[in-house]
């Protein structure tokens, strides 16, 4: 069995405790961000409708900022302000609204969930933790508690990427923070530390000191509300570990939460040592050709042809220019060749390679992926009839275009 952690890493203290919260909290009621989802939980008098509020907001934010989030969020709530609402919306309306907030199927599995809700539950949010990541699709540990705090008043925890940085520096926390071992130790130490009378304030505050405070790079240390009981600050006061073993170096070499031996502290980084992660594998490289293909509208606008993507898989459902994923090694002769049997196959008409007109290449950035569209445009005169055994297609005009489900890579194309 793997060596237990040294107290000296937890919060053992319950006087500790209670002072860390008094102060976190004293300091989110002065300085915590007017946020359109805070203002709408603190008003909106229905739990299940507040519950609903907080959900959307928590989706938004995975992995996105909470700059962009807002607009997308108040448009959200105006358009379905309700379970109800949204439950009956169709999976297009939502790739609409979605579009260019990234990570697609967040918004599919926020709707089959709250059509769960509807038909499964009686309308009615699941109230607990447990429940809430056991009933709803898309649910995980850190969303189930964040709406079971915020919304239900269940005094349970939450471990997003800001309280992964703040735990790891209060502790001087020096592993993997990514591995399955460390991820259970915080979870642990946050059902430790929240309040359990405010515990979605807590939660919230600790989230908020991570987002303005504690943040990965140049932190504001000295207006930390919490820096007396941060361990990583005070090493970073030391200058150097005490000659005594400490609070820092566990003098036991099998600790899992210690710093790694070929990976000591580091005193030019102060408390961003922590925390620590293994290497990132890097994106893999994926090369696609895209036709932008255009005619002469009834009205004599230009219309461009949009195909719908497969219904699973990246960019699940939304509308895109017609493509092709390329091998990486292909030479720009024989990419043409390809797109225009490709785009052969849809329009079943002759397409010659060498009409294809080379715009530019895009390149955009997935979490996962380093995509480089190879863009070209084709100039149709006269109607196409297309196949309809192929993908969903249509013709708009650019307005229309932008105002589609299409992903922010197809808007930059």
């Not at 009686?122 to 964040?146: F, H, I, N, S």
């Not at 255009?294 to 461009?304: F, L």
């Not at 949009?306 to 017609?322: H, K, M, T």
Request: with cysteine.
């Amino acid at each position: 069995a793997p060596a237990p952690p040294p107290a000296r890493h937890l919060f053992s203290d319950p006087a500790e405790v209670e002072a860390l919260r008094r102060n976190l909290l004293a300091w989110y009621d002065r300085c915590k961000r007017d946020l359109p989802w805070r203002t709408l939980a603190a008003t909106e008098p229905d739990a299940d409708r507040q519950g609903y509020a907080v959900w959307v907001s928590e989706i938004m934010l995975q992995q996105t900022q909470v700059a962009t989030v807002i607009h997308y969020y108040n448009r959200w709530m105006q358009k379905w302000p309700t379970l109800q609402a949204l439950a009956q919306a169709s999976l297009e309306e939502v790739n609409e609204l979605w579009a260019g907030l990234g990570y697609y199927s967040r918004g599919k599995r926020l709707q089959e969930a709250a059509r769960k809700v509807v038909s499964e539950l009686a309308g009615r949010m699941p109230r607990t933790a447990e429940d809430l990541q056991k009933l709803l699709p898309g649910v995980g540990r850190y969303t189930a508690g964040a709406i079971a705090s915020i919304s239900y008043g269940q005094a349970t925890g939450v471990v997003d990427g800001n309280v992964i940085r703040v735990l790891c520096r209060l502790r001087c926390i020096g592993a993997d923070s990514s591995s399955p071992a460390v991820i259970d130790q915080l979870w642990d130490m946050a059902n430790v530390l929240v309040d359990r009378s405010r515990p979605g304030d807590f939660n919230q505050a600790l989230m908020e000191l991570g987002a303005t405070v504690c943040v990965p790079k140049s932190p504001l240390c000295r207006e930390c509300p919490v820096k007396q009981h941060c361990r990583a600050w005070r090493r970073k006061l030391f200058g150097k570990a005490p000659p005594v073993p400490d609070i820092e170096d566990c003098g036991v070499g099998d600790c899992p939460l210690c710093p790694p031996a070929t990976e000591p502290w580091d005193s030019s980084l102060g408390v961003t040592n922590f925390p620590r992660k293994a290497a990132k594998k890097p994106p893999r490289a994926m090369r696609t050709a895209t036709c932008v293909l255009e005619r002469r509208g009834c009205h004599g606008a230009p219309e461009y042809l949009i195909v719908q993507r497969p219904s699973s898989g990246l960019l699940a459902g939304l509308w895109e220019f017609p493509s092709l994923p390329l091998a990486q090694d292909l030479q720009e002769e024989n990419e043409r060749e390809e797109l225009a049997d490709h785009l052969q196959a849809w329009m079943g008409q002759p397409v010659a390679a060498k009409g294809l007109l080379f715009i530019g290449e895009v390149i955009h950035i997935f979490s996962h992926i380093h995509q480089t569209y190879v863009v070209y445009s084709l100039h149709l005169d006269g109607d196409v009839t297309l196949d309809p055994a192929l993908s969903p297609s249509r013709w708009v005009t650019e307005d229309e275009f932008h105002a589609s489900a299409v992903s922010t890579a197809m808007k930059k194309v």
